[in-house]
DNA sequence: CATGAATGAGGCTTCATTCAT
DNA sequence: AATGAATGAAGCCTCATTCAT
C-alpha cells in the first residue's frame, strides 16, 4: 500500500506540474492564444502526457479555477470558525480573505473570471461543471451566512443574504477584470488592490444600516 | 448628389445588417467558436461580403462593443444636461441611464465585457482600440463628475471620483456578468435585473454620508 | 466612318492605359501578388472594366509581352532593311537592337521572361498563345537569317542558324534575370547593361571563324 | 544512443519523401498552381504533416534549389581538385559538370531559375535566404577562378571573371529556361542538351584568345 | 460602356488530439 | 507511463470574376 501511494502522490505532483505550467501559459497568452505545445514546453513534457491527466484543453483550464475555489472555500470556512463572533467582524475577516484569495494566484483569479464570463463553459464536462457549481455554491453560500447573521442582529439591510452574497462576488470579479483590462488598454500599473479597497468600503458602507435607517 | 447619398445609406444598413447577424452569433456561440461563416449565414450575405465592412474578425466583434459605449456616452451627456440639478438626482438619472444601457442591447453588453476581459483586447488595430478607449474614458470621466458634485456637496464619501467611477461601473459589469454565467450554470432564469437594483441600491447607501458620519 | 474610328482609337487608348498601369503594378509586386484591383486603382479604373478589356488576369499579363515582342519585331525588319549589308554589320546591328529592346521597357521585359518561365504560360487562352509563339518565331527566324548569312559567307561557325538565334536570345534572357535577380540577393545596383555588353562581345567572338578555324 | 540515430535517420528520409513529392508537383503545376494539398497527397501525408519538417510552402519550394546548389558547389569543388591542370582542361571540366546538374535533376533546375526570376524569392527566409546566397556565391567564385587563371595563363580575353563566370551561368540558365519554354509553346521534344552543347561551344570559342587576338 | 459591390471557391496554416513505440 | 510524430478538420481571409445598375 505504501507503494501505491507513493504512485498516486506521484501522479498528483505531476498533475500540479502541468497545471503550475498551464497558469502562467494561459495568463501570459490567454485560453486561445495558448496552444497545448505551449503549456507541454513549459512544462516541460510532451503534449500527449498532458491527455493523461486531463481530458482536454478546456478541462485543463477549468481545473485552475478548481484551485481558486477549492482556496476560498477553505478560507470561508476559516471565517466562520475563527473569525470573532458577530456579523461586522465576519465581514472583515471576509473581506481579509477576499485579498488573499486575491494574492493566493492574482493571475489564475483573473482566468477564472475570465472563464466564468465565456463561452468555454459551455463546453466542460458535466463533472467538472458541476464541481465548480458545488464550490461556487458553497462558498456563496458561506458568505451569505454572513450577510444573514447581520441582517438577523439589524445591523445589515434587509436584502436577500444571497444576492448580498452575489453582489459582493460581482463586486469582487468585476473590479478585477475592469482594473486589469484598464492595465491593458493603458499599459500602466494596475490599481487593482486599491480600487477593491474602496470598493469593499463603499460595499460594508452600503449594507450596514445607520442609526436614522 | 441624390444617387450618392442612397449608396451611403445602403452601406450602412448592410453594415448594420451585418451586426445584428454578428450580435446573434457571437452572444449565441462566443467569440471563439462562432465563425466568420456563420456569421455570413446568419446575415445572408456571403464570408467576402463581410471583409468589405470590417478588417476582420476582431474589428467586427470589437464594432459591436462601439455601438454600446456610444449609447452609453450619450446617455451620460444627458444625465448632465437634463436631470434635476443635484449629486442624488443625478446619481439616480446614472442609474436609470444604466438599466436602459443594459436594455439597449442585452446580449451585447455581455460581449462587451468578455471583450474587455479577453485575450481578443490585445489584437485590436490601435484606431479601433483608441475609440473604444476615448469612449471609456469620456464616460467614466462623465461618471466621475456626478461623484465629484456630491463629493463637493458633501453628501457623498471622500473617495476619488475616478475610483468611485470604476467601482460603480466594475459593479454593473460584475453583476451581469456573473449573473449571466450563474444562468448558463443553473439553467434557471437570470436574476440580472433584480440584483442590479441592490447592488445598486448597496452602492448608493454606501457612497451617501449619513448623519452620524 | 469617322466616329466608328473614333470609339476604335479610344478603345484602344483605354486598352493603353490598363496597360501601363499593369505594368507597372505588375513589375512593382509580381504576377501572384499583384490583385485586379491594384491594377484597376493604378488605371482609375473599376475592377470591372478591366474584364471588358482583358478576358482575365492572365491575358492582361501575357499582353504586356505582345508589345515587347512587336516592338522586337519591328526592330528585327529594321535590322534586315537598314543595315549595311554583310553579316557582321547585321550582328551588330542586332546586338544594338537588342539593347533598344531592353531599354524600350525594361520592367517588362523581365516580365516577359518570367512568363516564358512560368507556369502562366500554360493557362493562356490558345489565340494569344499562338500571336506570341508567331511572333517569337518570326523574330527568331529574323535573328537566324543573319546567322545564315555569316554561315554562308563563311565567317560564322556551321552550327545550325535557329540554334544559333536560340542561344542568341537565351543568352540575352539569361543575363537579364540573372543580373536582376542578383540584383534582388544583393541589394546592389544591377549590371545589366555591362553584363549584356561582355556577353554580347563573347557570343560574337565565339560565332566568328577565325583565320586558324 | 542508436534509437536516437535511427530517429533522426528516419526524420531525414521523411523530408526527403516530402521534397520528392514536392518536386514532381511543383515541376507540374509551378509553384502557384501547386497546393500544399497536393504536395501532401503526393507524399503520401497530411497536408500537416509538410509544415513539421518545413515552415511554409514557400521554404518548401527553396529547399529544393537548395540541394542543387549543394550538388553544384560539390561539383564545381571536384573542377579545381581532380581536373587536370590548365584552364583549358577546367573549362571543359566545367562543362561537364553544368550537363551533370542538369542531369541531377532536371525539373527542379528549372524550378530553381524559376524562383530566381520570381517574386518569390522576396518572401523567403532571411536565413534560407542567405543560404542560397552562399551557395550561388560560392560557386559563381569557383567558376570565375577558372576564367581568372586562363586569363593570367593568357588564353582567354581580358573580361572581369566574375563577369565571365555570371555570363557562362546565364546562358546555361538562359538556355534550360527557353528551350523549355518553347516547349511548352511548341508541344515538340525539347533540344535542351543540343542547344547547351553548341551554346558552350560557342562560349568558350568567344572566351578564348585566337592567334591573331 | 463603366461601375463596384458581392460572390464564393479555395488556399495556407494551425493545433487539439491520437496512437504506435 | 511517456513520448512526439502524425493527423486532418476547420478557420480566416483573399481575390479573380460577375452582374445589376
Known amino acids: 500500500m505504501g507503494i501505491r501511494e507513493r504512485k498516486a502522490r506521484e501522479k498528483e505532483r505531476r498533475r500540479q506540474q502541468i497545471i503550475v505550467a498551464a497558469k502562467r501559459v ?3 497568452k490567454g485560453f486561445n492564444k495558448a496552444t497545448m505545445e505551449d503549456i507541454a514546453d513549459e512544462a516541460e513534457l510532451s503534449p500527449g502526457t498532458l491527455y493523461l491527466y486531463f481530458k482536454n484543453k478546456e478541462e485543463l483550464y477549468a481545473s485552475l479555477s478548481l484551485r481558486i475555489l477549492q482556496y476560498l472555500g477553505i478560507r470561508m470556512e476559516h471565517v466562520h470558525r475563527d473569525a470573532e463572533p458577530g456579523p461586522e467582524e465576519k465581514l472583515e475577516a471576509l473581506i481579509e480573505a477576499m485579498y488573499d484569495v486575491y494574492d493566493f494566484d492574482p493571475l489564475t483569479i483573473i482566468n477564472m473570471f475570465h472563464l466564468q464570463s465565456s463561452e468555454t463553459l459551455r463546453n466542460l464536462s458535466p463533472e467538472l461543471m458541476s464541481q465548480i457549481k458545488d464550490l461556487s455554491k458553497q462558498s456563496i453560500n458561506d458568505m451569505a451566512r454572513i450577510f444573514e447573521e447581520g441582517i438577523e442582529a439589524g445591523i445589515f ?8 452574497a452575489d453582489i459582493f462576488w460581482s463586486l469582487f470579479s468585476g473590479v478585477i477584470l475592469w482594473e486589469s483590462s484598464k492595465k491593458v488598454i493603458n ?5 487593482i488592490k486599491e480600487t477593491l479597497e474602496s470598493a469593499f468600503e463603499v460595499f460594508s ?4 444600516i445607520s442609526i436614522e435607517d
Open 205 to 208: 458602507r452600503g449594507i450596514r
Open 157 to 164: 439591510i434587509k436584502v436577500h443574504p444571497i444576492a448580498l
Open 26 to 28: 494561459f495568463s501570459q
Open 187 to 191: 499599459q500602466k500599473k494596475d490599481y
